[in-house]
Structure formats: C-alpha cells, structure tokens
C-alpha cells in the first residue's frame, strides 16, 4: 500500500505495526529529499492516527544501481529514517509531549 495514512487511519486497536516501504520506488530510484519526505509523512501518518509503536522496514531489494550503490542508498535511507524520528521526539519534547 503506498498510502500508509489510509490504512493507519483505519486502525484503531493499539498495536505495533510494521510498515514496509517499497525499496525500488521509495530508496533505489528517488533522491534524499522524496525518500525523506515519504519517510516523514509515514511517520506523522502514525502519529495522527495515534499509533506510538511501530517498525518502518524496507521490503525486499533487487539489484537495481549495483550492489554497492544499492547498499549505500540503503544505509543512507536508514539514516535518514532515524534523523525523521529524532525529529519527531525532539519536537514532542519541546512541546510537552513526551
């Protein structure tokens, strides 16, 4: 599912979720800036939906730039999907959230 906002929107029970990025369109062929936007609307997707507890994942990856290119988009996009998480805490944090 591309729109993750609308399957969490349809969740209610409190329960982690794991949500899968399709790696092709999402890390191998996009640049920093979309990857991380996608990132941070799934982010806020969860918390608008009030889910607190969730794993982002990569799905499974094909040799699409070369491996090596491959792997360093990977690291990058995990990078990247911790900084949106900090983030996130930080600005609950600042307001009083957390």
Known sequence: ?????????RLRAQQALELRVFAQHHIQECSE???????????????KG???????????????????KDLEK?????????????EFINSNRDSGKV
């Open 1 to 9: 599912m591309e729109d993750k906002g609308a399957g969490i929107e």
């Open 74 to 86: 990977l690291i990058r996009w995990v990078e990247m999907t911790r900084e949106v998480q900090d």
């Open 33 to 47: 800036e979309e990857s991380k936007s996608y990132i941070r609307q799934i982010v806020e997707d969860c918390r």
């Open 50 to 68: 009030g889910i607190s507890r969730y794993i982002l994942r990569s799905s499974g990856m094909s040799v699409v730039l070369g491996v090596e």
